[in-house]
Nanobody
Framework: QVQLVESGGGLVQAGGSLRLSCAASGRTFSSNPMGWFRQAPGKEREFVSATGWSGGMTYYGDSVKDRFTISRDNARNTVYLQMNSLRPEDTAVYFC?????????????????????WGQGTQVTVSK
C-alpha cells in the first residue's frame, strides 16, 4: 500500500521558516515527479511546488516563488519543502502528492489531477 506521510508543519510567526518533509512508502518514486499543494479553509486546493524525478526541474506557484524551495532525496524516497519568509496568507493544510507517470510536461505539474497519490496533509499556521 502506497503511503505519503507529511511532517514538519506547525505554528510560526510571520517572517519565520518551516521545513516540510514527505516520506513515501509502499513503492519508490525516484523516477516520478512529486509536488506540494495547499488548501486553506473555504478555498480550493492550490499548487505550491513540484519537482521532476531528479530534482533538477522545479516549479513554483507565483505566490511562493523566491520564498519556498522544493528538493528531494531519492535514496530516502522523500521530498522536502523549505518555506522561508512565511506570511499569514501561507496558512493552510499542505499536501504532498506523487504521480506514477514518469513524464509530466509543463503546466501539468501544477494540475492536481496529474497526481494519483496524496498524503493526509500537515497544518501550517502563520501568525501575524
Amino acid at each position: 500500500q502506497v503511503q505519503l506521510v507529511e511532517s514538519g508543519g506547525g505554528l510560526v510567526q510571520a517572517g519565520g521558516s518551516l521545513r516540510l518533509s514527505c516520506a513515501a512508502s509502499g513503492r519508490t518514486f525516484s523516477s516520478n515527479p512529486m509536488g506540494w499543494f495547499r488548501q486553506a479553509p473555504g478555498k480550493e486546493r492550490e499548487f505550491v511546488s513540484a519537482t521532476g524525478w531528479s530534482g533538477g526541474m522545479t516549479y513554483y506557484g507565483d505566490s511562493v516563488k523566491d520564498r519556498f524551495t522544493i528538493s528531494r532525496d531519492n535514496a530516502r524516497n522523500t521530498v522536502y519543502l523549505q518555506m522561508n519568509s512565511l506570511r499569514p496568507e501561507d496558512t493552510a493544510v499542505y499536501f504532498c502528492a506523487a504521480t506514477q507517470s514518469r513524464w509530466v510536461i509543463g503546466k501539468a505539474y501544477s494540475n492536481k489531477d496529474t497526481y494519483e497519490y496524496w498524503g493526509q496533509g500537515t497544518q501550517v499556521t502563520v501568525s501575524k
